[in-house]
């Protein structure tokens, strides 16, 4: 019985370390410090939709043009933002709006070329589900879920014994 506790933990170490091992190799193969992005909001729909992955290649600022989805940070923000170029303004910075808003959001008249992630080339669609269902259920109710899993497992363990 030991032994499966001890495999678990392992297993578990092993998957992080790998999921890791796999971002910094893409990250570095794609030229980008972000290359992997799940979707958490419909602003950018029909062109991808809440639960998608995005997979983003490193650009050269200078290269991005009118039309481009590109991912960048926002100051005081702690999610990544994904929207399209819609201006190039005349010091090198863009304006963006996502293609399912009204309009442009405040922030994104002025995104400074720092900020910038990537640009988007390839989605795949739903897999951004299991992180926004960790990030909007699991971490919020932590508890309950440490409860519950608890449970499991000692239910688990009590049939076992009979």
Known sequence: MKGSYRETVFYVIAGVVLA????QGLAYALSTDMPVVAVESNSMIPVFYKGDILVLNGADPSQLKIGDVI???VPGRDVPVVHRIVKINTDGS??????NNPGQLSFEQYVS???????????IPYLGWVKIGVLEFV???LIWVIALFILVVLIYQCRRLV
């Open 20 to 23: 890791w091992v796999l971002n």
């Open 71 to 73: 991912v960048f940070s």
């Open 94 to 99: 863009f304006q963006t709006k996502g293609d």
């Open 113 to 123: 070329r720092s900020n910038v992630h990537g640009k988007v080339f390839l989605i």
């Open 139 to 141: 971490v919020p109710n």
